[in-house]
């Protein structure tokens, strides 16, 4: 059963998506990284959380206080980037991607994220 993008459901399943990956889990060992996304959609901002401890991954809705970067988009610009139809490097060069924080970090980790979409391939989402 498909569930809808940025909901509650959407997080539990990417978060077990991504837990239970082997080739995810590699790139994530003894990793740490939090990080906000908020999505500018129709119906006003969704924020959202990707937290990373050691290897455990949590995607969660809402809003992390300590977060280490901010990475904010439209709605359209975060569902490609779900999908893996654009990746963030070329969306943050088109300007469709702003990011605030240490960004530093974020391209040190670029092959942790290069992992999540073959990780997330089996969640089925509605747009």
Known sequence: MAVKYLSEDWAKEVTQALN???AF???????????????????????????L???TVEVAI?????AEATLTSDYDTSAQLSRAEV?????YMSGK???????????????????????????DVEY
């Open 20 to 22: 239970s990956n082997d």
């Open 25 to 51: 889990q590699q790139q994530a060992g003894g990793k740490t990284v939090k990080l906000q996304q908020v999505v500018q959609g129709p119906d006003g901002e969704t924020k959202y959380y990707f937290k």
């Open 53 to 55: 401890d050691s290897g």
């Open 62 to 66: 809402g809003e992390l206080a300590d």
């Open 87 to 91: 990746n963030a490097t070329a969306a």
């Open 97 to 123: 991607l702003k990011i605030q924080g240490d960004l530093m970090k974020l391209m040190q980790l670029q092959g942790l994220f290069n992992a999540m979409p073959a990780a997330v391939k089996d969640v």
